[in-house]
């Protein structure tokens, strides 16, 4: 039962780790981007844009504004509606041109009237009321053949301007241009008679086409209806007004669109922010079950490749949107030599594919940025070699600038507008990328977060490696002995892992370590006593197993004081896995004669059994080069027989249960084994005693 509730423990944190991820990268993909430049859309009509002002995203709306407008212009461009010429005005001017002609020969005619009487009298006539004084004169003073030929000829010019339709707010166009172009220019007349002509048939026309209300408003209300909504649109980053220009109505409309449309597109982003994070989450976890279960087994690296993914996402969201140049800097590769070195190569081209498809999210849809992003990671996971080395991170740097490069060329060669200065800039932020920035993030990240995530790395491999670790010291002051079997079931173990592909230099350094609690009480152990000099000879066999398996929790404690990494500590404690003392319990039992009367728990190591290959070998190389020491063989294959018989014993105590180790594995570390063995115990050959030389007898004193 408490198995079943270890593992629902175990399952159910990562259960909630992923639930929790997913969240906080939906989160953090559906947040605005914050830029302390952002424009002030809060503005009405009237106000002047402090800077450019451009639509977020692309936009498009039923402008009432600009549908308003055009409205008003299809109104403006309707004509007022006249009716046709009305026959029955035209016959009624004709009438009454020929009564004010008519009238005016009985003026002409009157020889009692005077000259000022007679100019009165044509200036009585409403129609005449307006005639110069020098026409009213022609009139009266012309010739009577002359009047003959300026009646006819102004009667004829005005009825036939009334035959033409003369609307009302067009008559005095008619007058002007309609009735001189109508004089008969065969006519012989003066330039007096022509402008009384003239004047007089001005004079007698009217408007004989009426204003219709009635068809006007109906023309009107078709203009309005054939005026379509306008749509209005503004593409992503279009400029909707400039700075130090006023706000139009039209402008501040826009502005209230994208106001109002904020919380649509908000919802939006959030539904693509949470399918997003949920494609990342499901990839990831579906990967690391399919092709690496064992990191499910260590809750806390499943957690730091959680919050790498997220801080990577942050930086991202800050560099990436609505920049030209910085994306190119932001140094997404670092992720990848980050996993690789951490996980595995694998694992880190996934984590690569997936940012570079967070990264062209970010920036609308990027094909170019995603694959500038994916490529570089992806060979920057794959090109890390040698990770104990510091120039290896940069070389791999390298790499990721030339595929940076590469990328650069292949998406931006094409287009037509390419300009010296944005590829120099282009070109830099690539090598800044790869060369400087990806490395530095990465080794800045190791040493910020494998004490807080318990990690560990070549380098810091290589660093505990070093005999002037303050530890090495100690134990080789206080425990030489211990200090120089460390070293040697360091290269056993060492030869052991490179050749069935484990991890060579943790197995290493772990052997370094894997003794440290014998510092605390040194001469209890063997290695560090004189020769024939055993104080468990005074001692009871349960005190004696006690001291023995206390150097497992002393060691313990002295790693964690020194803060080695939990993957150096594990050593301490499966090297010796739950095996039993023997010997002291065989001792035991034959002072108690009773098998039943000992505790055999008192006299096994509390474990855990060994939890991973390198583990496991040290276990074995612990084991073996005790034995082999102890029993000094004198032929190769004595040795063999030793290592066998160790190795056999360990598999049949259960102790290689939980490390993952093949029967392949343990044929292969036999033979490494016994190759390493044979030349560090080889059998030495007995060369015969010489002879003591003759001494010449001492010649007697003399005196």
Same mark, same amino acid.
């Given at each position: 039962?408490?198995?079943?509730? %270890?593992?629902?423990?175990?399952?159910?944190?990562?259960?909630?780790?992923?639930?929790?991820?997913? =969240?906080?990268?939906?989160?953090?993909?559906?947040?605005?981007?914050?830029?302390?430049?952002?424009?002030?859309?809060?503005?009405?009509?009237?106000?002047?844009? +402090?800077?450019?002002?451009?639509?977020?995203?692309?936009?498009?709306?039923?402008?009432?504004?600009?549908?308003?407008?055009?409205?008003?212009?299809?109104?403006?461009?309707?004509?007022?509606?006249?009716?046709? @010429?009305?026959?029955?005005?035209?016959?009624?001017?004709?009438?009454?041109?020929?009564?004010?002609?008519?009238?005016?020969?009985?003026?002409? #005619?009157?020889?009692? &009237?005077?000259?000022? #009487?007679?100019?009165?009298?044509?200036?009585?006539?409403?129609?005449?009321?307006?005639?110069?004084?020098?026409?009213?004169?022609?009139?009266?003073?012309?010739?009577?053949?002359?009047?003959?030929?300026?009646?006819?000829?102004?009667?004829?010019?005005?009825?036939? *301007?009334?035959?033409?339709? !003369?609307?009302?707010?067009?008559?005095?166009?008619?007058?002007?241009?309609?009735?001189?172009?109508?004089?008969?220019?065969?006519?012989?007349?003066?330039?007096?008679?022509?402008?009384?002509?003239?004047?007089?048939?001005?004079?007698?026309?009217?408007?004989?086409?009426?204003?219709?209300?009635?068809?006007?408003?109906?023309?009107?209300?078709?203009?309005?209806?054939?005026?379509?909504?306008?749509?209005?649109?503004?593409?992503?980053?279009?400029?909707?007004?400039?700075?130090?220009?006023?706000?139009?109505?039209?402008?501040?409309?826009?502005?209230?669109?994208?106001?109002?449309? /904020?919380?649509?597109?908000?919802?939006?982003?959030?539904?693509?922010?949470?399918?997003?994070?949920?494609?990342?989450?499901?990839?990831? =976890?579906?990967?690391?079950?399919?092709?690496?279960?064992?990191?499910?087994?260590?809750?806390?690296?499943?957690?730091?490749?959680?919050?790498?993914?997220?801080?990577?996402?942050?930086?991202?969201?800050?560099?990436?949107?609505?920049?030209?140049?910085?994306?190119?800097?932001?140094?997404?590769?670092?992720?990848?030599?980050?996993?690789?070195?951490?996980?595995?190569?694998?694992?880190?081209?996934?984590?690569?594919?997936?940012?570079?498809?967070?990264?062209?999210?970010? %920036?609308?849809?990027?094909?170019?940025?995603?694959?500038?992003?994916?490529?570089?990671? &992806?060979? =920057?996971?794959?090109?890390?070699?040698?990770?104990?080395?510091?120039?290896?991170?940069?070389?791999?740097?390298?790499?990721? &600038?030339?595929?940076?490069?590469?990328?650069?060329?292949?998406?931006?060669?094409?287009?037509?507008?390419?300009?010296?200065?944005?590829?120099?800039?282009?070109?830099?932020?690539?090598?800044?990328?790869?060369?400087?920035?990806?490395?530095?993030?990465?080794?800045?990240?190791?040493?910020?977060?494998?004490?807080?995530?318990?990690?560990?790395?070549?380098?810091?491999?290589?660093?505990?490696?070093?005999?002037?670790?303050?530890?090495?010291?100690?134990?080789?002051?206080?425990?030489?002995?211990?200090?120089?079997?460390?070293?040697?079931?360091?290269?056993?173990?060492?030869? *052991?892992?490179?050749?069935?592909?484990?991890?060579?230099?943790?197995?290493?350094?772990?052997?370094?370590?894997?003794?440290?609690?014998?510092?605390?009480?040194?001469?209890?152990?063997?290695?560090? /006593?004189?020769?024939?000099?055993?104080?468990?000879?005074?001692?009871?066999?349960?005190?004696?197993?006690?001291?023995?398996?206390?150097?497992?929790?002393?060691?313990?404690?002295?790693?964690?004081?020194?803060?080695?990494?939990?993957?150096?500590?594990?050593? !301490?404690?499966?090297?010796?896995?739950?095996?039993?003392?023997?010997?002291?319990?065989?001792?035991?039992?034959?002072?108690?004669?009773?098998?039943?009367?000992?505790?055999?728990?008192?006299?096994?190591?509390?474990?855990?059994? +060994?939890?991973?290959?390198?583990?496991?070998?040290?276990?074995?190389?612990?084991?073996?080069?005790?034995?082999?020491?102890?029993?000094?063989?004198?032929?190769?294959?004595?040795?063999?027989?030793?290592?066998?018989?160790?190795?056999?014993? %360990?598999?049949? /105590?259960?102790?290689?249960?939980?490390?993952?180790?093949?029967?392949?594995?343990?044929?292969?570390?036999?033979?490494?084994?016994?190759?390493?063995?044979?030349?560090?115990?080889?059998?030495?050959?007995?060369? @015969?005693?010489?002879?003591?030389?003759? %001494?010449?007898?001492?010649? @007697?004193?003399?005196?």
């Amino acid at each position: 039962m408490s198995e079943r509730l %270890r593992l629902l423990w175990h399952y159910g944190r990562l259960w909630l780790l992923a639930v929790a991820f997913t =969240a906080a990268l939906a989160a953090l993909l559906a947040t605005p981007t914050i830029r302390p430049d952002a424009p002030n859309i809060n503005l009405t009509v009237g106000d002047i844009a +402090p800077q450019n002002i451009v639509a977020p995203e692309r936009i498009s709306y039923e402008s009432a504004e600009l549908t308003n407008q055009a409205r008003q212009a299809a109104l403006a461009s309707v004509r007022d509606v006249y009716d046709p @010429p009305d026959p029955q005005v035209t016959r009624e001017q004709s009438q009454r041109i020929r009564q004010v002609l008519a009238y005016l020969d009985s003026v002409r #005619q009157d020889p009692y &009237a005077t000259p000022q #009487q007679r100019r009165a009298w044509v200036q009585a006539v409403p129609e005449l009321s307006s005639l110069a004084p020098s026409v009213v004169e022609e009139l009266l003073s012309a010739s009577e053949t002359d009047w003959q030929a300026i009646k006819d000829e102004a009667q004829r010019v005005a009825e036939r *301007a009334m035959q033409e339709p !003369i609307r009302e707010d067009a008559l005095d166009e008619a007058r002007r241009y309609r009735v001189p172009a109508l004089i008969d220019p065969a006519l012989d007349l003066s330039p007096q008679e022509r402008t009384a002509v003239i004047a007089l048939a001005q004079a007698l026309i009217v408007p004989n086409s009426r204003f219709n209300a009635a068809a006007t408003e109906e023309a009107r209300r078709k203009a309005l209806e054939s005026v379509q909504p306008v749509i209005k649109t503004y593409e992503r980053n279009q400029i909707i007004v400039r700075a130090g220009e006023p706000v139009t109505p039209a402008v501040a409309e826009a502005l209230q669109h994208i106001r109002q449309t /904020q919380p649509q597109s908000d919802l939006r982003a959030s539904l693509v922010a949470f399918l997003a994070a949920l494609l990342v989450t499901a990839t990831g =976890a579906l990967y690391i079950n399919r092709f690496s279960p064992d990191d499910w087994g260590h809750p806390r690296q499943v957690l730091l490749l959680a919050v790498l993914f997220l801080a990577f996402t942050a930086g991202a969201k800050l560099m990436v949107p609505e920049r030209t140049v910085l994306p190119y800097v932001f140094p997404a590769a670092a992720l990848a030599m980050f996993v690789s070195v951490v996980f595995n190569a694998h694992l880190a081209v996934v984590v690569s594919i997936l940012l570079g498809l967070i990264v062209g999210l970010l %920036r609308g849809g990027s094909l170019e940025l995603a694959a500038y992003m994916t490529l570089g990671g &992806a060979m =920057a996971a794959l090109s890390l070699r040698r990770t104990e080395r510091l120039y290896a991170f940069f070389w791999a740097g390298s790499g990721v &600038a030339l595929v940076n490069l590469l990328a650069l060329v292949v998406f931006r060669l094409p287009a037509a507008n390419l300009d010296t200065s944005g590829w120099a800039l282009l070109v830099g932020a690539a090598l800044a990328n790869g060369i400087v920035l990806s490395p530095v993030v990465t080794l800045a990240g190791f040493f910020l977060l494998s004490r807080p995530f318990d990690f560990v790395t070549a380098l810091q491999l290589h660093e505990l490696a070093r005999p002037n670790h303050p530890l090495l010291q100690e134990l080789l002051r206080k425990s030489p002995g211990t200090y120089h079997h460390s070293l040697m079931v360091g290269n056993l173990a060492e030869q *052991a892992a490179e050749a069935i592909g484990a991890d060579a230099l943790l197995t290493r350094v772990g052997a370094f370590y894997h003794d440290i609690g014998k510092t605390i009480q040194p001469y209890f152990y063997v290695e560090n /006593q004189v020769e024939g000099q055993n104080v468990h000879d005074r001692l009871d066999p349960r005190t004696s197993a006690q001291i023995l398996i206390g150097h497992v929790k002393e060691g313990i404690e002295l790693a964690r004081r020194y803060r080695l990494p939990s993957r150096v500590r594990a050593f !301490i404690p499966e090297h010796h896995g739950t095996m039993r003392v023997s010997f002291l319990y065989q001792k035991a039992l034959e002072l108690a004669g009773n098998s039943g009367a000992v505790n055999e728990s008192a006299f096994r190591y509390p474990g855990p059994k +060994p939890q991973s290959r390198e583990t496991a070998l040290l276990m074995l190389a612990d084991g073996c080069e005790a034995a082999v020491r102890s029993a000094r063989p004198t032929s190769l294959e004595e040795i063999d027989a030793i290592v066998r018989k160790v190795i056999t014993d %360990r598999v049949s /105590q259960g102790q290689l249960d939980e490390c993952g180790l093949t029967l392949q594995d343990l044929e292969r570390v036999r033979a490494s084994f016994v190759t390493t063995l044979k030349g560090t115990f080889h059998p030495r050959l007995k060369y @015969p005693e010489a002879e003591p030389p003759v %001494r010449e007898p001492a010649h @007697p004193p003399t005196s």
